[in-house]
């Protein structure tokens, strides 16, 4: 879909601010306890390093669904990926990221090259 886009929706993001809009509806009908949880992970995520809007895309669609879970579940989100929860949204930003991946990647084939 994102192909097919004209450049003015490109030029100023209205995809991305559609998109962005549904995950926060999304949040909103956590209910408050699991909507604050989700709001201090939006904030850890934002300053995670991350770059690219597919990768927020993937890491908030996925905190909202373990939300979600949870809220089904009647338990706390740590409940269901364990007390660290900077230490779980750190390996999913990690996993996301396809860029530090390739850039290990060549400096794991270099560094063999190399020897």
Sequence with gaps: MAEHRNIVDRMIGLEEKREFREFENRAQ???????E???ELKKYIWHS???KWADFKFIFGQVLDLL???????KE??????PD????IDEMVDDTSWEKKQKNKLNKELKNGFR
């Design 85 to 88: 929860v900077a230490a779980f």
């Design 29 to 35: 009908k956590l209910g408050e306890n699991y909507y």
């Design 68 to 74: 979600e879970e949870a809220k089904i579940q009647d």
């Design 37 to 39: 949880d989700y709001k």
């Design 49 to 51: 390093g991350v770059t």
């Design 77 to 82: 989100l740590t409940d269901l990926i364990g």
